[in-house]
């Protein structure tokens, strides 16, 4: 029995010895390995200067930003950061957000009122200065802020909304009550349930937040006199084009490129001002790639990204540092003055207000 027992003895000191060899040898291993590739959280950052790859899904608008976003984003990000992948993904509303439809979706592309009410749900996640090169060159408006005061969102490109006309058929229009003359009766088109179209009949009728029935009295008297009220941003250059409508509230960008496509189309400001249009960037909440999601949305607020927005789709710049040519500076948002000189709809407001405000609209639109 002694005996047995020193036997069992060695054999134990041995596998204590042989435990301990192995811990000694597993501890070298990991810290080799983590000497040699180390990933964060974000899924991109590696030991010698090597990302690890990487995909990270952008829902965006679809088209012609599909294209331009393909050359002048996800193609140089992926080549200054090997091994990761930029995937595009179709754009997806607040509706679908929050009933888990961005679930693969690490940053999302939403118009400045529905990214600030997607951040006010609860479903992004607040952006870091740290993160941003950008952060300190950036208009002030391009920052999406939530009823906590924390940024949610960038703007990347700007845009204004105004009235789009055909100048071999009307006048340049000077005011948005044009929009209800005589002479453009059956030729006119406003958009469907568009709070930047309500906001200037508010400023043409002299209506307030607190009494906005002149805008459903205006809306009641050209309703019959509009030849469409459309859904899609894409649907007045059909219009223009067969003639159908004359004069139309619509997008600068937009209008701006069918002339330069020789179309007779111009667009204007009307006296009671623009509405600054704002395209935003957000993370989701539930990304598993915040990190990298924040540095593709620093990539787009680079002056070379948003000169070429503004080159190929006429979008104003949000980086104060973008230097455009002359050409382009007078047909974009481009500059200080004139960013200050549109209105920028405080949606923290306003968002509570618009369901009570769409029904109106449709009440006062349906004849």
Same mark, same amino acid.
């Given at each position: 029995?002694?005996?047995?027992?020193?036997?069992?003895?060695?054999?134990?000191?041995?596998?204590?010895?042989?435990?301990?060899?192995?811990?000694?040898?597993?501890?070298?291993?990991?810290?080799?390995?983590?000497?040699?590739?180390?990933?964060?959280?974000?899924?991109?950052?590696?030991?010698?200067?090597?990302?690890?790859?990487?995909?990270?899904?952008?829902?965006?608008?679809?088209?012609?930003?599909?294209?331009?976003? +393909?050359?002048?984003?996800? $193609? &140089?990000?992926?080549? /200054?950061?090997?091994?990761? @992948?930029?995937?595009? !993904?179709? *754009?997806?509303?607040?509706?679908?957000?929050?009933?888990?439809?961005?679930?693969?979706?690490?940053?999302?592309?939403?118009?400045?009122?529905?990214?600030?009410?997607?951040?006010?749900?609860?479903?992004?996640?607040?952006?870091?200065?740290?993160?941003?090169?950008?952060?300190?060159?950036?208009?002030?408006?391009?920052?999406?802020?939530?009823?906590?005061?924390?940024?949610?969102?960038?703007?990347?490109?700007?845009?204004?909304?105004?009235?789009?006309?055909?100048?071999?058929?009307?006048?340049?229009?000077?005011?948005?009550?044009?929009?209800?003359?005589?002479?453009?009766?059956?030729?006119?088109?406003?958009?469907?349930?568009?709070?930047?179209?309500?906001?200037?009949?508010?400023?043409?009728?002299?209506? +307030?937040?607190?009494?906005? $029935? &002149?805008?459903?009295? /205006?809306?009641?008297?050209? @309703?019959?006199?509009? !030849?469409? *009220?459309?859904?899609?941003?894409?649907?007045?250059?059909?219009?223009?084009?067969?003639?159908?409508?004359?004069?139309?509230?619509?997008?600068?960008?937009?209008?701006?490129?069918?002339?330069?496509?020789?179309?007779?189309?111009?667009?204007?400001?009307?006296?009671?001002?623009?509405?600054?249009?704002?395209?935003?960037?957000?993370?989701?909440?539930?990304?598993?790639?915040?990190?990298?999601?924040?540095?593709?949305?620093?990539?787009?607020?680079?002056?070379?990204?948003?000169?070429?927005?503004?080159?190929?789709?006429?979008?104003?710049?949000?980086?104060?540092?973008?230097?455009?040519?002359?050409?382009?500076?007078?047909?974009?948002?481009?500059?200080?003055?004139?960013?200050?000189?549109?209105?920028?709809?405080?949606?923290?407001?306003?968002? &509570?207000?618009?369901?009570?405000?769409?029904?109106?609209?449709?009440?006062?639109?349906?004849?």
């Amino acid at each position: 029995m002694k005996a047995f027992n020193s036997k069992r003895n060695n054999k134990k000191g041995i596998s204590l010895l042989s435990l301990l060899l192995a811990s000694v040898l597993t501890v070298l291993a990991g810290c080799s390995s983590a000497g040699e590739s180390t990933q964060d959280s974000g899924g991109q950052e590696s030991g010698g200067g090597q990302p690890a790859a990487s995909e990270i899904v952008v829902s965006t608008f679809g088209g012609k930003y599909d294209e331009v976003f +393909t050359v002048y984003v996800k $193609e &140089p990000f992926e080549k /200054a950061n090997p091994g990761v @992948t930029v995937k595009l !993904a179709p *754009y997806t509303g607040v509706a679908k957000l929050a009933q888990g439809g961005g679930a693969s979706i690490d940053v999302v592309s939403l118009d400045d009122f529905d990214l600030i009410e997607a951040a006010n749900r609860g479903l992004l996640a607040p952006l870091s200065k740290d993160a941003f090169s950008s952060w300190d060159k950036l208009y002030p408006q391009a920052f999406l802020n939530g009823t906590d005061g924390q940024t949610y969102g960038l703007v990347n490109v700007f845009g204004a909304w105004g009235i789009a006309y055909n100048p071999e058929k009307v006048d340049k229009p000077e005011s948005w009550n044009d929009l209800w003359k005589p002479e453009v009766k059956g030729k006119v088109a406003l958009m469907s349930q568009w709070i930047p179209d309500i906001l200037l009949t508010a400023k043409a009728t002299g209506a +307030t937040y607190d009494n906005m $029935e &002149p805008v459903w009295e /205006a809306y009641r008297k050209i @309703t019959p006199s509009v !030849a469409q *009220y459309y859904s899609s941003f894409s649907a007045p250059e059909s219009l223009f084009g067969t003639g159908e409508v004359v004069m139309a509230a619509w997008f600068d960008g937009r209008a701006y490129a069918l002339k330069s496509a020789s179309k007779p189309v111009d667009f204007t400001i009307p006296k009671e001002g623009g509405v600054l249009i704002r395209s935003g960037m957000g993370v989701l909440k539930d990304s598993k790639n915040k990190e990298l999601a924040q540095k593709l949305i620093d990539f787009c607020m680079t002056p070379e990204v948003q000169k070429g927005f503004a080159q190929e789709l006429y979008y104003g710049p949000t980086n104060t540092t973008v230097e455009l040519d002359q050409e382009l500076q007078q047909i974009v948002v481009y500059g200080q003055e004139k960013v200050e000189a549109l209105i920028t709809p405080d949606w923290n407001e306003i968002l &509570p207000k618009r369901e009570e405000w769409l029904t109106k609209w449709t009440e006062a639109t349906a004849q």
